[in-house]
Nanobody, 119 residues
Framework: QVQLVESGGGLVQAGGSLRLSCTAS????????MAWFRRAPGKEREFVAR????????DYADSVKGRFTISRDNVKNTVYLQMNSLKPEDTAVYYC????????????WGQGTQITVSS
């Protein structure tokens, strides 16, 4: 069973930066596709970024492209989300998720970490 634990959330002023971490346990981390999602107050959960198993391929939502960077360290079993130039509309609970090889759904989710961006 895969367990994911996020950290790094908090309160930041607009224009600031934060880095989220998500550490996995159980299974073989390097075989998981990893992603970050977020849920803003009153809105549905939305995709933020994803990264391939090796880290060589990434994809971003248009709303964060050029500001956020996803990366991973397969030795530390950790995926990161570097968030720069934060905006108030980035305020949300951020979740990391894992998708196993040959599956289409992100089956494993962390508990989430709150990011609040003040204007």
């Amino acid at each position: 069973q895969v367990q994911l634990v996020e950290s790094g959330g908090g309160l930041v002023q607009a224009g600031g930066s934060l880095r989220l971490s998500c550490t996995a346990s159980g299974g073989t981390f390097s075989t998981y596709y990893m992603a970050w999602f977020r849920r803003a107050p009153g809105k549905e959960r939305e995709f933020v970024a994803r990264i391939s198993r090796s880290g060589g391929s990434t994809d971003y939502a248009d709303s964060v492209k050029g500001r956020f960077t996803i990366s991973r360290d397969n030795v530390k079993n950790t995926v990161y989300l570097q968030m720069n130039s934060l905006k108030p509309e980035d305020t949300a609970v951020y979740y990391c998720a894992a998708r196993l090889l040959l599956t289409v759904q992100y089956a494993y989710w962390g508990q989430g970490t709150q990011i609040t961006v003040s204007s």
